[in-house]
């Protein structure tokens, strides 16, 4: 019987079934009509988010957040670089007060 999602969120719901409802015969897991009735329930009602192109679409997604954090994290750098150059005009400009 096909339920339209993939194998992993099969495996997901398959692990809260009860043993009438899933069993293993010679390495291979079956699961009852009960257990697809039931695995069914479950699902979201929303097919896209459980589409078999729901994986490539999420890691897709984390590439981009990375990518997004690598820009912020050189910009953060600039920053700190600005900081730094700051602080050393400052205190050069406070040694000379000093010395005044």
Known sequence: MELGVSKDVVKYHQRKLNAS????????????????????GGLRKDKEFY??????KLLSQIDELRSN????????????????????????????????
């Open 69 to 100: 954090q690598w820009h912020h994290e050189w910009n953060l750098k600039d920053v700190v670089k600005k900081i730094d150059s700051l602080d050393k005009k400052l205190d050069a400009l406070l040694e000379t007060l000093r010395s005044l």
């Open 51 to 56: 589409s078999v192109t729901f994986e490539s």
């Open 21 to 40: 409802e899933s069993f293993r015969m010679e390495g291979k897991i079956y699961i009852t009509p009960a257990g697809v009735e039931k695995i069914k």
